[in-house]
């Protein structure tokens, strides 16, 4: 489900009206529904009974503390993926000891200070970094607990970019490999073997690819079972979610035409795994984060102007791919609605909707068919709760923009807009 609906031609996020809001707040702002994010995190527990598990959600999609804190009451688990989430996380009321530490780069003070404040483990994703974590933990005098991080060589169907359970991706052990590397593990002195972990890619809309992969890891999870006595299987995240309602029309498939953007339901995902998983006897971690927030925030920006040109319209608006990366980085598509509708002028017609941004790849929407659209007016662009404020920067000197947390009639500042003293923080003229 989704919180954000028209009423009587305006735009609500649960009762918030968001052509107030934006008013009252400015613009560009995210705003967030926690209802919509909650009803994720329960639904996906309910689907998810039938196994004994926790679900990690998968902190760098958003990593506001005020959407933490959401999660943490929930007593959800975080997958972090560097020193400064496990301190967003103990921030926002979260438990290390919930924390699973993934990523292929962590330094030596990031494994000390996740080890000083007792994680629940490390996912190894490469021998050099396991022999690392054992030295740490050797000074610290504890037992460092790991999962090792398979590769489980299978195709997501999804962007490049995020793909990461091929071969040929950066992330992982590759499954030839992986018994010899617990193997190294059990004889360190400083390691406790605690999981196996697998994440195959983000944006996953068919269950098919995820049912494929436990396939593939389930003889390997019982060998490291009766091995090592490990407690635990993540099967990471990825789960994907509709940005484009006009493709989304089909049912949950498996293996369908792989151009449509399904919706791939809950009943879908726990339907293909949660049997095979049953039978494994284990604990079994997830990690999603896209589908936890996406669906969950929208963007909304101010049009300041319309610019005709021979062969184009663009409709300029006051966000830009500084505040929202993703269709600059992944040629992703993002719905984009006007806050108000049907206003009197004009005819829909088909423009490209850009930011101020002096690069040609900040647009939100090119050859998009629009209702009429007029200078002050609000667009919202939606779906743009997870990996949108989180990936924001201040390129060209723009400040980051305010994020809103909406629960019933409540719109709370979780993130307030930067100052022009914000942007220059830290910077100094050399003496
Ligand atoms: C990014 C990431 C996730 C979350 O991916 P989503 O597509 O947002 O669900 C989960 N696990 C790991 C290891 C990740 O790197």
Redesign the pocket.
Known sequence: MHSFEYRNGTLFCENVDLAQLAIKTGTPTYVYSAETILDHYRRLDQALQEVPHLICY?V??NSNIGILNLFAKENAGF?I?SGGELFRVLKAGGKAAQCTF?GVGKTEAEIREALEHGILAF?IESEAELARINRVAATLDVKAPIAVRVNPDVDAHTHKYISTGKSENKFGIAFERVLGVYEAASKMSHIAIRGVQM?IG??ITKAGPFAEAVDKMLPLVNQLKELYGIEYFSI????GIVYDPSLASGAAGWWENEADESLLTLEAYAGAIVPKLKTLGLKILV?????MVGNAGVLLTQVQYIKKTETKKFVIVDAGMNDLIRPALYQSFHEIVPVTKNHPYGEAEKADIVGPVCESGDFFAQDRELPPIAEGDILAVMSAG?YGATMSSNYNSRRLPAEILVHGERAEVIRKRQTLDDLIDGESIPQ
């Not at 990690?287 to 589908?291: D, N």
């Open positions: 998968a760098k999609a997958d993926v993934a996912n994440h983000s944006q990471g995240g990825g789960m990690e999603p984060g896209r589908f997870a």
